[in-house]
């Protein structure tokens, strides 16, 4: 007999991910088919997102993708409605996609810099959020994640565009919970720290581990479905008392003073 009433089952739920086609949009999208959800991959590499898709479906999971650029705000309208057509509606949604991109406050790739990184990384959040409501208000457990970064409770000299649109990621996170806590949409972001994707590949492996030894209580960088596992645990229905939170997922970077 079962003593315990929240479901901890993802099952037959539909989930979006962005940015699906590599590191850790790759892993969540993987994890939740291996957990029974019907999921929606998105990302704006099509080659890379079919290669996703083709292994999720031979795996035998339910899932399709769709190319998307979550900086055009007509793609996210014209997307969305058709990813909740094909599933039957929305219950989850992990604004993943991301891209990086720094530079002095002087420098000449400043401007172009900032202006891509609050497009894809805030302003993309913010309207892939505002088309998926309506039918996350359909669902009976709906969960929105956002993944922000560690650099958004933080800062790294030389990052300010980065840094900035991953702080108001969190403070988009927060906001939004306030304003959709009173129709049980919860609304949670992750802050990872040095994961290993793309985004960190170029950097030379000495210096992963040195960074490791210096500044991480774990002592390495993490693996992206570490990252994933912990996002699951947001979407979960029995989720369903924790909202506007900022998780750091990040080896013990934030807490290690030296």
């Not at 922000?148 to 990621?169: D, F, H, I």
């Not at 919970?177 to 720290?193: F, H, K, Q, R, S």
């Not at 989720?239 to 290690?256: H, N």
Request: net charge neutral; charged share 20%; aromatic share 4%.
């Amino acid at each position: 007999m079962k003593l315990s009433r929240l479901s901890r089952s993802i099952s037959e739920k539909c989930a979006i991910v962005t940015g699906a086609a590599s590191g850790m949009g790759r892993a969540t999208a993987r994890l939740f088919a291996d957990e029974g959800a019907k999921v929606a991959i998105t990302d704006i590499n099509h080659e890379s997102l079919k290669e996703v898709e083709r292994e999720i479906l031979d795996a035998g999971h339910s899932v399709k993708a769709w190319t998307l650029d979550v900086s055009n705000k007509a793609e996210i309208e014209k997307v969305i409605p058709q990813i909740a057509t094909h599933f039957g509606g929305i219950d989850i949604l992990i604004n993943n996609a991301g891209i990086g991109g720094g530079g002095a406050i002087d420098s000449t790739e400043f401007v172009e810099n900032w202006t891509r990184a609050f497009a894809v990384l805030v302003t993309g959040h913010a309207w892939t959020i505002r088309t998926s409501v309506p039918y996350l208000r359909k669902s009976d457990s709906p969960r929105i994640v956002n993944i922000a970064s560690t650099e958004g409770l933080g800062a790294t000299k030389g990052n300010a565009p980065y840094t900035a649109a991953k702080t108001s990621v969190i403070g988009l996170t927060r906001s939004l919970a306030v304003d959709l806590g009173p129709e049980g949409i919860t609304v949670n972001c992750i802050c990872p720290g040095p994961v290993r994707t793309g985004m960190t590949s170029g950097i030379p492996e000495n210096n992963k581990a040195e960074y490791a030894r210096r500044r991480i209580a774990l002592k390495r960088y993490a693996d992206p479905e570490e990252v994933a596992h912990m996002t699951l645990s947001l979407v979960l229905p029995a989720a369903s008392f924790t909202t506007g939170v900022a998780l750091p997922v990040d080896g013990g970077l934030t807490i290690k003073n030296a």
